[in-house]
């Protein structure tokens, strides 16, 4: 089940999980930093898609 | 015996490179957020830049900062320059003129050199005057409709400094360019 959870410390979790499963470091860094000047929509459309990520590279493990 | 490194097998190699495509996949999805959030950060900059009519990036940020406008009272350097010629070519052309080497029409041509610059001068003067006392009418003149702007470019600033917002805007130049 997908988490709808759009808070700065969820984002900071996937991000830290993704870099575990080997994305790029600074592209993800730079997520973080970015946060706080997206609108609610934007940081959904954001978390959506790296929960997806996720998804697809853990289905490859 | 000579080492030789284990191939990797075709079975280790398919997952990396699937993998490799989910990431490329996300993150070219991920690139319309990032253009809009440099978007962003630029149009906020460039509202702090436009405020200035001189255009200069670090009285930009001073007016963003709340700072005081600083202009330098003395000449810059290329004015000093400018000044020092048209003084110097005017002194030539009086002393040629009052010995009588320069006569008539050539005369006048080279009387009217110094006097275009002396012109120019003044008139890069004047208008450094002018911009001088319109900085504050001009912030002024922006009213309240522009203080969310300069808030906004205040606390980007302020949050993730100038140097990160340079670098910011330079990716999103370079990611301009991709689209």
Known sequence: MTVNNTTKEYLEKLVADLMKSGEDKEELSMWVDLYDLLSPEERETLVNNLEKELRDLEKLK | ?179
């Open chain 2, 1 to 179: 015996m000579e080492f030789k490194p284990q191939e990797p097998s075709t079975e280790t190699q398919k997952p990396n490179e699937t993998r490799k495509e989910v990431m490329e996949k996300a993150q070219d999805e991920r690139l319309k957020l990032k253009f809009d959030a440099f978007k962003k950060i630029l149009d906020s900059v460039l509202h702090a830049i436009e405020l200035t009519p001189l255009g200069n990036i670090t009285m930009g940020v001073a007016v963003v900062r709340g700072k005081r406008f600083f202009i330098d009272e003395k000449l810059s350097k290329k004015d000093r320059i400018m000044y020092g010629l048209i003084i110097l070519h005017s002194s030539i052309y009086s002393t040629l003129f009052t010995y009588g080497v320069l006569k008539g029409d050539i005369g006048a041509v080279v009387l009217s050199i110094p006097i275009y610059g002396i012109t120019s001068g003044l008139t890069i003067a004047q208008k450094r005057q002018e911009v001088k006392k319109n900085i504050p009418e001009s912030v002024k003149k922006y009213g309240d409709s522009l203080n969310e702007q300069l808030m906004a470019s205040k606390k980007t600033i302020e949050e993730y400094g100038y140097e990160k917002v340079k670098e910011l805007i330079e990716k999103m130049k370079k990611e301009k360019k991709k689209r």
